[in-house]
């Protein structure tokens, strides 16, 4: 996989426009220990500054998420989504726009990762789930997303002679034992009421409907019942 790096910056900076009047300054590029850094043929380095127009500041930065505007001096975080191009994503500091993996990935995973961010997202309330075909569903979404990755390594190694020997290749490879992972996930059916073990109170002899601490016995199972669902699930998602 290729997810992007994150860089940092502490303090958000106004920036100006180019004065088109201005002659540019050809200035010598120097090391951190002040001794100038040579290029190709020993030759030292040099880069062209272009003065700034103080009085033509340039629109603030904006988070690509939320759109909130990046004050000076405000923090804020970016990543370069493109091989070789100046072009970068920028983020706010809140929590919820920090960049997923998916958003930072470049190659074909980044259907593979959206779709477990997806999984991962709907496991994480599991209060109202009640039936396994919660859990299946789920499951499918996984394996149709690794499909069609799968798919689309295996044309990109069909260009190569088709002979899985390919970097996409080995990666279609990869991916098919990942899905068989996924697929072979079974899961149980939920506990039924009539099956568990009631409380102590004789009164209510088999019928436990209306008995509160039966009804916690109940959603304590309930609740044991997802959380192992959705581990058995999660184990196999780890890429």
């Not at 790096?5 to 951190?32: F, G, L, M, W």
């Not at 039924?192 to 073990?197: P, S, V």
């Amino acid at each position: 996989m290729s997810v992007k790096r994150i860089y940092y910056v502490k303090h958000a900076r106004q920036t100006y426009a180019r004065d088109a009047s201005a002659t540019p300054t050809i200035i010598e590029v120097k090391k951190k220990d002040g001794t100038p850094k040579m290029g190709r043929g020993g030759r030292p380095m040099t880069r062209r500054v272009i003065a700034k127009d103080k009085g033509t500041p340039l629109p603030l930065k904006k988070c690509s998420k939320c759109g909130d505007t990046i004050g000076v001096g405000d923090p804020y975080l970016y990543w370069e989504p493109y091989f070789r191009s100046s072009t970068t994503v920028v983020r706010c500091m809140k929590a919820t726009c920090f960049p997923r993996p998916s958003e930072r990935e470049s190659s074909l995973m980044q259907g593979v990762l959206a779709a477990q961010e997806s999984v991962e997202d709907s496991l994480a309330d599991l209060s109202d789930v009640d039936e396994t075909s919660f859990f299946e569903d789920l499951q499918q979404e996984m394996v149709d997303a690794l499909d069609e990755v799968i798919e689309q390594y295996q044309e990109a190694d069909e260009n190569f002679g088709g002979q899985g020997s390919s970097e996409a290749g080995q990666r279609a490879e990869e991916l098919e034992s990942q899905k068989d992972e996924v697929e072979s996930v079974s899961f149980d059916d939920p506990p039924e009421r009539d099956e568990l073990d009631a409380c102590d109170n004789e009164e209510h002899e088999t019928n436990t409907e209306g008995c509160d601490d039966c009804d916690t016995i109940v959603d304590e199972a309930m609740t044991n019942w997802r959380d192992e669902q959705a581990s058995n699930l999660q184990e196999a998602l780890i890429f």
